[in-house]
């Protein structure tokens, strides 16, 4: 699992972005979020995530928060 933080989130459209711990960019979709839920995300909160690759690029599944 990486570990990272939310660095932005687009809420009305159902997605976002992770700074990884190696400083790269994620990006995920709320169908990816776990546990709490994509609602319950705030920018910054430190998360995990598993890296896969989508179409445009590595991003993130299984997305949970560590609060």
Do not use: Q
Request: charged fraction near 35%; glycine fraction near 14%; hydrophobic fraction near 35%.
């Amino acid at each position: 699992m990486a570990t990272g933080k939310v660095k932005r989130l687009v809420m009305e459209k159902g997605f976002g972005f992770i700074v990884g711990s190696d400083g790269k960019d994620y990006f995920f979709h709320r169908s990816g979020v776990k546990d709490n839920g994509f609602d319950k995300l705030l920018e910054k909160d430190e998360v995990t995530f598993d890296v896969t690759m989508g179409d445009k690029g590595p991003r993130a599944e299984n997305v949970k928060t560590n609060r």
